[in-house]
């Protein structure tokens, strides 16, 4: 209660989960740590209740998960979403800690919802939904043996989340953009670059992921999007009066 | 390697567990976090080889775990143990946080060997367990509910451990780009801006706050001033080749 209930405003979200047990740990270790909002893409069949089992008392927060069909979808409502990734892939330079990811949530919290996306068991998230996350972290584990458990590694997130809020008086910040009108605006950046020829010798995939992290550590405020917005329509249409 | 070696002097010590598929998960999450050394005091019987399944590849450090009868024998040997409570008794005033407690132990590690205890599910360490231990650690959760899945107990103290090893040596981030070489964008970013007639109705300086702001908070790579610069040229000459 009291300054926990923030956390409220952090999701988890869970995508192409296999194993249904793993749901269920997860659920547990979220309420451990004062999270309640958990959102599953695409879960699987759990015809012996194994998630509940697994869940021990936190049924309820699997029960009230929402469920979606695409990750879009499920962060459509965010203002910051947050990958889960261990590679550290050519274009993912700039990975958080857990810890440093606390600490640039956490003051957010009183005006924004932030989610916090997980891939699936072995493979964790795919391109595809890494390139909707506007931040990437990784917890750190030794290269040897570095593939951490599914509830395992929401429990760190959790906990560094948890340990941040205890320690942290709940500051205002303003109001990010939403996670819809990023992508609008993402739409309309690839389209402007399509019309001025800028991918003539390229394909769009690798500038646009890059331009999407890029875009993404910079926490666009509204007026921020309505800003480049206005650009990119005058790059369009030099003649038109803004 | 190199500077988690001195993870191999961390012990876990798991007491009396009742569910064999919990040592196999304390096992994976050890291994995640660099820690090889396990004791197992009264294991339960496991004839499905549950612990190896939920290990997950670090079978190894279960097959080669010592067993004993008694937490006196199993620590005889370490110069510290520290047990883990969640229950804040009238004797345990004096509990350390798992970040606390890495902060102590770690400069230890170069001569000494720690312990670290976990007692059963549900009901923790006994008494009689507790007081051979010298200090005593406490995961922090919600009040509403307290209780971690005892893998993921030892995850959070195992990522302290980690983390506060790693800690020692300076991370490597990737370089930023320079000042001179953002004030060279920003100016390429006004000149085009003013190029293509955006700051006809106001002045440019608030907008160029706004976007200074936006930009310096994305902390640009030399690679993201590159492409960014890359569109300017574009925008300002459509018909030159790239």
Known sequence: MGSS???????????????????????????NMGLSRLALVRP?????????????????????????????????GDQLVIGTSRRQGRL?????????????????????????????????????????CHEIVTIPSDKAFPSLNLSHAVTVIAYELFVAVQATPPASRPALAGAEDLERFFR???????????FSEERPDRIMFSLRQLFGRARLEPRDVRILRGILTKVQHPSRPR
Chains 1, 2 share one sequence.
């Open 5 to 31: 209930n923030i956390l409220d405003n952090v999701g988890i979200v869970l995508v192409h989960t296999k194993t249904p047990g793993n749901i269920g740990a997860v659920a547990r270790s979220m309420m």
């Open 44 to 76: 699987p069949r759990d015809r012996d209740n194994e998630a509940e089992k697994f869940a021990a008392g936190a049924g309820s927060l699997i029960r009230s998960a929402a469920r979606f069909a695409t990750l879009a979808e499920a962060v459509a």
């Open 92 to 132: 993912r330079q700039q990975v958080r800690s857990p810890r440093d990811l606390a600490g640039l949530v956490v003051p957010m919290l009183a005006g924004n919802r932030v989610a916090i996306v997980f891939g699936r068991e072995v493979n964790g998230l795919e391109r595809k939904d890494l390139a909707l």
């Open 188 to 198: 309309h950046l690839q389209g402007t670059l399509q019309d001025i020829g800028f």
